[in-house]
C-alpha cells in the first residue's frame, strides 16, 4: 500500500527546473518562490469536485490537464506569465492506476507552460482538486475585469458551446452522432488555455475574463466590474464546427451559456483594432468581433440584421436550485 | 436561496487593508499581490475534508480559525510573515448558519495576524476547505527541514499532545473527565500558531517544522532532510497540565506521536541557547529544549536517566490501512 509520502515522492516531487522562479519545492512546510524584480504575482485557486465537475471514472489523463488547464485560463484572462502552482488532493484512495496518468496530464501540461509544481498537501476524501497557481505580470498591465470603456469592441477567442455540446451529447440531453461527439469532447475535457493570447493582449485589451461559467454570464461579470453595458451580435458568435452544425436556438444558448469554453473574452478600444488582430496572429489564436461595449447598463443581444432578440441567459451558479 | 455570487460578496469580500500588499482582491480572474521587495514568498496549502481533519457537525467559528491557523502554522516554521490567503470552499448547501461564524472564525484570526483573503474558488460538494497561504521571508534566512546538523540542540514550543487527548476524550477512546476534556479542547479546535516565534528565530534557529502530524514524525522530517539523526530525552517533553495528569504511557505516546499540536520544532546551534531563549521571551512563547541532533542517522529515546526507551511511534499517514 502506497504511504502519503511515497505517493507524493513517486508521483508529484520533480527536481526544479534550472532558472525556475521557485528556491524550494515539495517537501518543506512551504514552498519559497522568488517573484520576477518588478512584477505582480497573479494568484487564482479553482477547486474541482467528482460528480460536480468531473463525472466519477473521469479519465484521469484528461482530468490532470483539465485541473491545471482551467487555472492556467486564469493567469491568461489576467495577462499573466505562469511561474508555478500548488495542488491540493483528496482522493478515496492511493490507486497508482489513477495517480499515474493523473500526474502524468498535470505534469505534461505543467511543463508546456514551465509552470511548475511546488507544493501541495495530500489527504484521504471525497475526489477533490484544488490548485492554486502563480503568474507573474507587470505591475499596471494586469487585465482586470473592471477596465471596460464604453465604445470598446468586444472580442472573444477561439469558439464557444462546444464543451457544452459534448456535454449535453454524454448526458443524453440532445442526440448527438458518435463523430460529433468524438469531435466535441477534447472541448470539455481537453481545454487549451490561451495563454499565449493573454501575454499578447498586455496594453492592448481593456478587461479581460475567461469563459468559464458561459459567455453571457462571464461578460456580465465585466459589466458589472466596468459599471457599462453591452450588445452582442449572436449571428456573430463563433461556434465552431460541430456547434455550427445544430439547431440555432441550441447554438445560442450553448454558445452563450454553456461553460467550460476556456475561451477569452475581452474589450479593446476600436483604434487597437489592427493591434488585436496581430496579437491574434502573434499567439496563433482565431479572434471573433462579436459586440459593443456600452454605457448603458445591461446585457442586449441583436442578430445580424440589427433586430434585437430577447434572449433568456443565465450563467453557471453552483448553488442554484437544480 | 444565496446564489454563488451573493455568498462570496456577503461573506469573504472585504475592501483591501490600507498598506495591503495584494492590489487587487475577491472578483478578478486572479488576485494580484506585490510582494515585497528583496523577499522570497513562502507558499503553503493545506486541504480540511469532514470526517477526516474535522467532525461533521463541527463548531463552524472554531472551524474557520483552525483551517486558517494550520496554514498560519507553516508559515511560522518558515519564519515568513503572513501576507495573504486564498481559501477555496466545497460546501454541500449555501447555508448561512454555517457560513456567517465560519467566515467569522476565519476572517478574526486573519485579522489578527494582517493576513487578508485576496481570492479562492466556491462549489459544491462534500465540506472540503483548501487554504493556501502566501507569507515574505528575506531570502537565504528560511526555516528549512535541511538545515539540522550534529550537535543541534533541538526545542519544542509550548507543549505537545494535549490536541490528541482532546481527541482520545472525545472519540472516548479513554474516559476523560468532562473538566480535562473542555481544558484540552482549545488544543484540538483552536490551536495558535507559533507565527512570532518563527519569525524571531530567524538567523537563530537551523532546521524548524511545526508539529501538524506528532513530533516524532515532524522531527523525523527533519532528521531525514538534513541526513542526520537525533536523540529525544522523553522525560524532558513539555506535556501541558491536562496531559501531565494521564499515565506514563500515555503521555508519552500522545507528546510523540499525537498530531494537531501545531507547536513548532527546531535545531539550533547550542551558542545560541540564550538567543533562542531571548526569541522565546520576545514572542511570549515557551520552550523546551527536549534532545540532541546526532550524526548516526534514525531517532532515538532516552528517559531522564539516560536510559534507552524502545518507543514504537508513528506519524500519521492519511493512507495508512485503518
Known amino acids: 500500500m502506497l504511504s502519503e509520502f511515497d505517493l507524493i515522492a513517486r ?49 484521469p489523463y484528461q482530468l490532470g490537464h483539465k485541473c491545471l488547464a482551467v487555472n492556467l485560463s486564469d493567469l491568461a484572462a489576467m495577462g499573466a506569465r505562469p511561474l508555478a502552482f500548488t495542488l491540493a488532493l483528496s482522493l ?3 490507486d497508482e492506476n489513477w495517480l499515474a496518468p493523473f500526474s502524468q496530464g498535470l505534469l505534461t501540461l505543467a511543463d508546456a507552460y514551465q509552470c511548475e509544481l511546488i507544493g501541495g498537501d495530500t489527504t484521504k476524501g471525497p475526489r477533490n482538486i484544488c490548485i492554486t497557481i502563480f503568474g507573474a505580470v507587470t505591475a499596471e498591465q494586469a487585465l482586470r475585469r473592471d477596465a471596460a470603456k464604453a465604445g470598446d469592441d468586444i472580442w472573444v477567442s477561439g469558439s464557444v ?8 451529447g454524454m448526458r443524453e440531453e440532445i442526440k448527438l452522432d458518435e463523430t460529433t461527439l468524438q469531435a466535441a469532447s477534447p472541448r470539455l475535457h481537453s481545454p487549451t488555455p490561451r495563454v499565449a493570447l493573454g501575454l499578447a493582449l498586455k496594453g492592448i485589451a481593456r478587461a479581460a475574463i475567461d469563459i468559464s461559467d458561459g ?11 466596468s459599471a457599462v453595458g453591452a450588445t452582442v451580435d449572436v449571428d456573430a ?16 444558448r450553448f454558445a452563450l451559456t454553456g461553460g467550460d469554453d476556456y475561451e477569452l473574452c475581452f474589450s479593446a478600444a476600436p483604434a487597437e483594432r489592427d493591434a488585436v488582430l496581430a496579437a491574434a496572429t502573434a499567439s496563433g489564436t482565431p ?22 432578440i430577447d434572449f433568456p441567459y443565465a450563467s453557471f451558479d453552483h448553488f442554484a436550485p437544480s
Do not use: N, W
Open 92 to 94: 478515496p484512495d492511493a
Open 161 to 168: 458551446g462546444e464543451a457544452r455540446l459534448a456535454l449535453a
Open 237 to 252: 458568435l463563433p461556434f465552431g464546427p460541430m456547434l455550427a452544425k445544430q439547431p440555432e436556438d441550441l447554438r445560442r
Open 215 to 225: 459567455l453571457a454570464g462571464d461578460l456580465g461579470h465585466i459589466l458589472e466590474s
Open 11 to 59: 508521483y508529484f516531487t520533480r527536481p526544479l527546473r534550472a532558472g525556475s522562479s521557485a528556491a524550494l519545492g515539495v517537501g518543506d512546510d512551504c514552498a519559497l518562490l522568488t517573484p520576477p524584480a518588478g512584477m505582480q504575482l497573479a494568484i487564482s485557486s479553482d477547486m474541482l469536485v467528482e460528480g460536480r465537475h468531473f463525472f466519477a471514472g473521469a479519465d
Open 287 to 308: 479572434l471573433t468581433r462579436i459586440g459593443t461595449i456600452e454605457s448603458v447598463p445591461g446585457l442586449r443581444f441583436i442578430d445580424a440584421a440589427g433586430a434585437s
